[in-house]
């Protein structure tokens, strides 16, 4: 077995929040005749066991996801992780043993690896940018960027990953934006009408574009500032005139390349839309 290391492991998912997803996933699959090629092949009685495994070195989450997409098929499967939720591993790590009827195993296959294979890689670009900063105040977050029905699924992914989780949808948080500030005529009515129609317990963020709209803002009753695509040293002079009231969050552009000097400038948060909808699968196989 490869070499891994292990991080502090992730809030986990309740079964509730993925197994509508993962049935629907077998049903596509399956369609309205079944696994025609395993069935054809493989006898009714025949058992098999399989090693899941890395062909890319990543930062694993969604092996109890994938664990289940396989008991759905077939309750008598066996799932045995071999690493932790969050865990970085080498190429050619093992992950987890499967055991169980073959017909079931090779069924469930494809979604459960789909399913590992996106997560795991929605983690590792997480953790990637999570490392570059880690030497600065600053938190990965992810955003609303999410692939539909996977929002729960992909925000797991991210902490896995050792980033941290922006508003879960439009219901727990309001973050007033551009096209907001045009219907509303500007940042103070805006909030104003925010303030008198959500709850004392909801949050409250602003989006701004310069230090002219951030001045404003910061005369209002807000709780945290989006400062949207400013380069470093205007994002320093931002910290500066927010002087800790308000939570601190770059937004716009942010890369690998470009995230320690953004988190060098003294914000709070590095909101990172791609780390969701653009990441590349981490490559993962089911080997007899």
């Known amino acids: 077995m490869s070499k891994t290391v292990s991080v502090s492991p992730p809030l986990p998912l309740h079964p509730l929040q993925y197994e509508g997803l993962l049935r629907r996933a077998l049903e596509e699959d399956l369609g309205l005749a079944g696994d025609l090629t ?14 899941i495994v890395a062909r890319r070195a990543g930062c694993i989450a969604g092996l109890l996801v994938a664990a289940r997409a396989f008991t759905l098929v077939d309750p008598e499967v066996t799932f045995d992780p071999r690493v932790g939720e969050g865990s970085v591993v080498a190429p ?17 296959e494809r979604v459960a690896l789909n399913v590992l294979g996106h997560l795991s890689g929605v983690a590792t670009v997480t953790r990637g940018i999570a490392d570059v900063i880690a030497g600065t105040r600053a938190r990965v977050v992810c955003t609303r960027k999410t692939t539909p029905g996977m929002r729960a699924l992909e925000k797991y992914a991210v902490r896995a990953g050792g980033g941290s989780n922006h508003r879960f949808g439009l219901d727990d948080a309001v973050l007033v934006k551009d096209n907001h500030l045009a219907i509303a005529g500007g940042i103070e009515e805006a909030v104003r009408r925010v303030r008198a129609s959500v709850g004392h317990l909801v949050k409250v963020e602003v989006e701004v574009d310069d230090l002219a709209q951030l001045a404003r803002a910061l005369a209002c009753p807000i709780d945290a500032v989006l400062l949207d695509n400013m380069a470093p040293p205007e994002l320093r002079r931002a910290v500066e005139m927010v002087a800790g009231r308000v939570i601190t969050e770059a937004s716009g552009g942010i890369t690998p390349e470009t995230a320690l000097g953004i988190a060098e400038s003294g914000v709070d948060l590095l909101s990172v839309g791609w780390i969701t909808h653009s990441a590349p699968a981490l490559d993962v196989a089911l080997d007899i």
């Open 38 to 51: 395993t069935n054809s092949i493989v006898a009714p009685g025949e058992r098999l066991a399989g090693r």
């Open 92 to 108: 050619g790590a093992l992950l987890a043993e499967v055991t169980g009827p073959a017909r079931a195993v090779l069924t469930g």
